[in-house]
């Protein structure tokens, strides 16, 4: 025969099990925040080193772009081949170099300085049409900048938890596509390049006195 202690105990737990499924997780800005304990200021840094570095990244890319413009297909396949090497020789370097970095906030900075301005120098050799300069320096700035990154998803793994790591991952490559997409779409107008080029500066700055 069945045991009625048993039969209750069953009844108890189909019970709580059918509460638990009927309980709805109120949608608020709770439901997206909870079991994360990151700090504002941490999300703010990391989301601003992001950000600058993607769109350093992309200002390569642009200037790839520029060099497609002059019809000189040579040229393309040469900045090509610059920019996936780098990124290529960044991932292999990243690896030896990341966790030997005592002051990732410090590196990450001296790497954006060094990145806005060569960019800037960039744009004058494509000017005067100066390609291997160019060239190098396109090897030079996206080793610099996948570094960068690798360093900059360490200090993800350091500041965050286990259980809150994919959230804060996804949180933070959301907002930087919004502010990527949004900033992307006034450059249609030139003097919109100015966004881009600020966001960095005050990224240098925010972390000058991080």
């Known amino acids: 025969m069945n045991d009625p202690s048993k039969i209750d105990s069953i009844e108890e737990d189909t019970e709580d099990l059918t509460s638990l499924l009927g309980h709805k997780i109120p949608f608020s800005l709770r439901f997206f925040i909870r079991d994360i304990e990151i700090s504002k200021r941490d999300f703010f840094t990391l989301f601003l080193i992001l950000n600058s570095l993607i769109f350093l990244l ?3 890319i642009g200037l790839d ?42 590196f990450i900075k001296c790497i954006l300085i060094f990145s806005l301005i060569t960019t800037f120098m960039q744009f004058s050799l494509v000017l005067f049409e100066l390609y291997l300069i160019l060239n190098m320096f396109f090897i030079l700035n996206v080793i610099l900048i996948t570094v960068a990154l690798m360093v900059n998803s360490k200090l993800i793994l350091l500041k965050t938890t286990i259980i809150e790591r994919a959230r804060v991952w996804s949180y933070l490559f959301i907002f930087s596509f919004l502010v990527i997409a949004v900033v992307f779409s006034t450059l249609i107008f030139n003097f919109m390049v100015v966004f881009p080029i600020a966001f960095i500066i005050i990224t240098i700055i925010f972390l000058h006195y991080t």
Do not use: C, H, N, W
């Not at 019809?71 to 690896?95: K, Q, T, W």
């Open 65 to 106: 772009l520029m060099i497609i413009g002059t019809e000189r297909a040579e040229r393309e396949y040469f900045a090509f081949a610059a920019i996936f090497f780098g990124l290529l020789i960044g991932l292999i370097v990243s690896i030896f170099v990341a966790d030997r970095i005592k002051s990732p906030i410090y």
């Open 58 to 60: 992309l200002g390569q």
